[in-house]
């Protein structure tokens, strides 16, 4: 868990260029390092920060319901 500490702000961004390919293949991706993110944050007492991350993406990605439905389905949102 600690290895992803240095590695935090690629991944978000590594996240945030993956949704930016609208492919089934890349949101699964995503998806997988948003789960390490959640670990990471819970790990370090920044759960709330991160759920308020995901909820910005439920609004800037609500046209996206392949996204949508991935996030729900790996319990990172709540619809």
Same mark, same amino acid.
């Given at each position: 868990?600690? =290895?992803?500490?240095?590695?935090?702000?690629?991944?978000?961004?590594?996240?945030?260029?993956?949704? =930016?390919?609208?492919?089934?293949?890349?949101?699964?991706? =995503?998806?997988? @390092?948003?789960?390490?993110?959640?670990?990471? =944050?819970? @790990?370090? &007492?920044?759960?709330?920060?991160?759920?308020?991350?995901?909820?910005?993406?439920?609004?800037?990605?609500?046209?996206?319901? &392949?996204?949508?439905?991935?996030?729900?389905?790996? &319990?990172?949102?709540?619809?």
């Amino acid at each position: 868990m600690l =290895a992803l500490v240095p590695k935090e702000a690629k991944l978000w961004e590594e996240v945030f260029r993956l949704i =930016a390919l609208k492919q089934s293949k890349p949101y699964d991706d =995503a998806i997988a @390092h948003l789960r390490n993110l959640r670990d990471l =944050a819970e @790990h370090q &007492g920044q759960l709330e920060q991160f759920k308020l991350r995901v909820q910005e993406m439920q609004t800037d990605y609500s046209n996206r319901p &392949g996204l949508l439905s991935r996030l729900q389905k790996a &319990g990172l949102l709540r619809l």
